[in-house]
C-alpha cells in the first residue's frame, strides 16, 4: 500500500460501525454520509473478488458482505464509509465480481440479469451499463457491469464466454443487448472469419 497512510480504526471497529448503521432495510445510504477521513486501512481487494485485511484473506462471507455494503468510490479512490468515519482501501480493479447471470427473451427484448459474488444484483441496461476494456498488449478483454454507484463487478470468464455466445451484430459492433440498450463489444470488423 505505497503512499498510504495507515490509520488506527480496525476492521472491527468499522465493522460495529457499519452494523449499527445498516440495521435499516436496503442497502445503508453512504452517499448521505460525509464522516471525516481517518486514513487508510490496510484492506484490499484483489481481482479475484478476494477481501484481505491485515494481508490475510477474510474467510467470513458475512464479514465481506457487511464491508462491501459500506464501500463508496469518490474519485478514483474507494472507501469504507460509516456515519462516522471513512477509511480508504486499495481496490486492484473491480470491487466486485460477476459470478452469473440469467438470460430472459432474445435479441433487442432481452434482458440480463448478473449476479456479483456477495449476493448483489444488477439489470444492464442504461442504469447498469456493460463495458469492456482491453489490455493494450495482450488485447485480453476484461468486462464490467455497474453494480451500483461509481461501483462496477468484473464479469468472470465463464460468464463473458456464456454472454458472447448470446451476442449479435449491430451497427457495425459485435455486442449485448439487455433493457433495450445495445453495449458493444468489438467492431464486427475485428472478429475472426470462420
Given amino acids: 500500500m505505497s503512499g498510504q497512510n495507515l490509520v488506527t480504526p480496525s476492521a472491527d471497529g468499522l465493522a460495529a460501525s457499519a452494523r449499527a448503521a445498516t ?4 442497502p445503508p445510504p453512504v452517499h448521505l ?3 471525516p477521513f481517518c486514513g487508510d486501512l490496510d484492506m484490499r481487494i484483489a481481482r479475484d473478488g478476494t477481501w484481505f485485511y491485515l494481508g490475510t484473506p477474510i474467510g ?3 464479514l465481506v458482505k457487511l464491508f462491501s455494503s459500506i464501500l463508496r468510490k469518490d474519485g478514483d479512490a474507494y472507501f469504507l464509509v460509516t456515519p462516522v468515519e471513512k477509511v480508504g482501501i486499495t481496490v486492484d ?3 466486485f465480481v460477476a459470478v452469473d447471470f440469467t438470460a430472459e427473451g432474445t435479441g433487442e427484448s432481452q434482458v440480463l440479469t448478473f449476479e456479483t459474488h456477495v449476493g448483489d444484483t444488477a439489470i444492464a441496461g442504461s442504469g447498469h451499463p456493460i463495458r469492456v476494456s482491453r489490455d493494450p498488449e495482450t488485447g485480453e478483454p476484461s468486462p464490467y457491469i455497474l453494480i451500483r ?3 462496477e463487478a468484473l464479469i468472470d470468464r465463464k460468464s463473458f464466454y456464456r454472454l458472447v455466445e448470446r451476442g449479435s451484430h449491430h451497427d457495425g459492433w459485435f455486442g449485448l443487448w439487455s433493457s433495450g440498450t445495445f ?3 468489438i467492431p464486427s470488423d475485428e472478429l475472426p472469419r470462420d
Fill in 149 to 151: 454507484a461509481n461501483l
Fill in 60 to 62: 467470513r462471507f458475512e
Fill in 33 to 35: 454520509w460525509n464522516p
Fill in 93 to 95: 480493479d473491480a470491487p
Fill in 23 to 26: 440495521k435499516k432495510k436496503g
Fill in 183 to 185: 453495449f458493444r463489444i
